[in-house]
């Protein structure tokens, strides 16, 4: 059972180029979601859908697109990388309803380096 | 101000001691509360979450929520080096989405 892959594990891009991270889940999950990390910060939501061809900002969307036309997949676009989004990402899902919408299962993260 | 505010330590224990962590809170309709366990270089992983006020024992560990104080606090009895991670707390409005507010992180370690 992979759960949510992510891919690649590490990446270092020039400033101004661009890159899609990819994300995949195999639990039928209808909730995904895009996370970073920074140091002594936590985690801040980017992008989220609540399914198959339905998207919607988070917290900190500026300089990120995604999309999402499978329930399986949620890739994340960074178009023109600034050093700002050198950081740890996260893709999560959860299924709707009751208590369990609740718990998001993580991928292993991808860390971008922007230089 | 942010939303929720955990110090971010490291938090140095002996094996064996009780661990204790606390995270408070600014939004009042926050109704969910949880607790995520992140290893070095993985993802963070679900380990105890509540609803609403009150206490929740799983094991070692065991979780409260105080809604009257906006404070939520983890403890783990009998700690093993293998507790050693970041503990990040983490709460949610109901009917967001499953939109998850998380705290900084408190790396938490046990030596042998």
């Known amino acids: 059972n992979a759960g949510v892959t992510q891919t690649p594990k590490f990446r270092i891009l020039k400033i101004g180029q661009s890159m899609t991270l990819q994300c995949t889940q195999d639990m039928n999950h209808n909730y995904m979601y895009w996370y970073r990390q920074d140091p002594g910060m936590g985690l801040k939501l980017i992008y989220y859908s609540v399914g198959a061809g339905i998207t919607d900002k988070g917290e900190v969307p500026n300089g990120y697109n995604v999309s999402r036309s499978t329930t399986e997949d949620f890739p994340l676009r960074l178009e023109l990388a600034a050093p700002s989004q050198t950081s740890v990402y996260f893709c999560?899902?959860?299924?709707?309803?009751?208590?369990?919408?609740?718990?998001?299962?993580f991928g292993q993260g991808t860390r971008l380096t922007v230089v | 101000q942010k939303e929720v505010e955990q110090d971010p330590g490291p938090l140095s224990v002996p094996e064996g001691a009780i661990v204790s962590l606390n995270c408070t809170y600014s939004?009042?309709?926050?109704?969910?509360f949880m607790w995520y366990r992140q290893y070095s270089r993985k993802g963070p992983e679900l380990l105890m979450y509540t609803y609403s006020s009150g206490n929740k024992e799983d094991g070692r560990f065991t979780a409260q929520v105080d809604k009257s104080s906006k404070y939520i606090s983890l403890f783990i009895r009998d700690s093993q080096p293998s507790d050693s991670a970041t503990y990040l707390c983490?709460?949610?409005?109901?009917?967001?989405?499953?939109?998850?507010?998380f705290g900084a992180g408190t790396q938490v370690v046990v030596t042998p």
């Open positions: 999560a899902s959860s299924r709707p309803g009751g208590d369990w919408d609740t718990e998001a299962f």
């Open positions: 983490a709460m949610k409005e109901t009917d967001s989405w499953g939109k998850l507010q």
């Open positions: 939004n009042s309709a926050f109704q969910y």
